[in-house]
C-alpha cells in the first residue's frame, strides 16, 4: 500500500485497473491537498481518478472490524481462513460459521461446497450462497481453533448447490 493510501482506495485502485486495464499511479501524496488521487497515462489518453467512497455507520463499523483482523472461536482439528465481502452479516457468519466447519470437518472436505447434500442445512446454504470463501489455512497451527475474516476483492463466482 503506497503511502497515505486507504485501505479502501487501495481495493478500489485494484478494481479500477482490472476492469480498465491501466495501471493507477498514486497523486495525492507527499502533502499534495486538493489534488486527485491518481493518474494514469496510456499511448492514446492520460487521466485522471478521484475516488469517494460513501458508508454509513453500519458499513463503516464492519470495515473496522475486519480492519482489526476479527476473529471467531470454531472447534476443530485444523485452522480456517474465510474471505468475506462487504455486506457479509458479521453476526450470522459468528452463529452459522462453527456448523459449518464442523461438517467439514466430519466429511474431510476442504470447502463446504464439496459437502454431500445429506450436510447441506440452512448454515451451509448460509454460506455458500453468499459467495463466503471458506478453506483450510496453512497459515494458522494445526489445531488451531479461530477462523479469519480477511477483505479480499475477489471476482463473485456463481456457486450451485449439488443435486442430491
Known sequence: MSSGERQSEQYLRKLVEILHGVTLEQFDRDGRQRAVDYVFTLPSVTGAVEMTTYRDGRAAAWFDKLNESETFECPSTRGWAVVVRLGTKLDQLRRRLPSVIAACDRHQVDRPEDLPAIEWSADVEWVVSNHLNLY??????????????????????????PRP
Open 136 to 161: 483450510p489455512s496453512a497459515a494458522s497451527p494445526p489445531a488451531a481453533s479461530e477462523c479469519r475474516c480477511q477483505r479480499r476483492w475477489a471476482p463473485r463466482q456463481r456457486r450451485s448447490r
